[in-house]
């Protein structure tokens, strides 16, 4: 079975799983069951109507939510780019937006007996001197 998400291989026997609508629904991971948790329409798979042949059937990612003209690359293969999104051709996850903004973070500093001192740099406590 595919994780609805990321479109890879998981088995029964993952820790990520989730009932909605009375389905199973099984993930190689606690970021894709997030993320299914969060958005559960965009990526509940519709099933097939049964008159085409398996070997017919698209294998598209099933959030397919986007531009067409935006650049979409695999997490684990960002070697692999291509306009609109689909599958990695390599592993079989569901090409992401390339150029997602990447929110920065500051890191602080404080001392354990001094919690009013914040550095934005390792060092000394200028109070006590811990390190």
Same mark, same amino acid.
């Given at each position: 079975? =595919? $994780?609805?998400? #990321?479109?890879?291989?998981?088995?029964? $026997? &993952?820790?990520?799983?989730?009932?909605?609508? &009375? =389905? +199973?629904?099984?993930?190689?991971?606690?970021? #894709? @069951?997030?993320?299914? =948790? %969060? &958005?559960? @329409?965009?990526?509940?798979?519709? +099933?097939?109507?049964?008159?085409?042949?398996?070997? +017919?059937?698209?294998?598209?990612?099933?959030? %397919?939510?986007?531009?067409?003209?935006?650049?979409? /690359?695999?997490?684990?293969?960002? +070697?692999?780019? %291509?306009?609109?999104?689909?599958? #990695?051709? =390599?592993?079989?996850?569901?090409?992401?937006?390339? $150029?997602?903004?990447?929110? %920065?973070?500051? /890191?602080?500093?404080?001392?354990?007996? !001094?919690? *009013?001192?914040?550095?934005? *740099?390792?060092?000394?406590?200028?109070? #006590?001197?811990? !390190?």
């Amino acid at each position: 079975m =595919k $994780d609805p998400v #990321c479109n890879m291989n998981v088995t029964e $026997d &993952s820790d990520h799983h989730i009932q909605y609508e &009375s =389905k +199973e629904y099984y993930f190689c991971s606690e970021k #894709c @069951l997030n993320k299914f =948790k %969060q &958005s559960p @329409l965009q990526y509940e798979k519709k +099933e097939c109507c049964g008159h085409c042949d398996s070997d +017919e059937k698209e294998d598209k990612p099933m959030n %397919q939510v986007g531009s067409e003209d935006v650049i979409y /690359t695999c997490p684990m293969h960002l +070697e692999i780019e %291509q306009v609109g999104p689909s599958n #990695c051709p =390599k592993c079989g996850m569901a090409l992401e937006p390339r $150029d997602i903004p990447i929110i %920065q973070t500051k /890191t602080q500093y404080t001392c354990p007996m !001094h919690p *009013e001192i914040i550095q934005y *740099e390792p060092g000394n406590c200028p109070i #006590c001197g811990w !390190h």
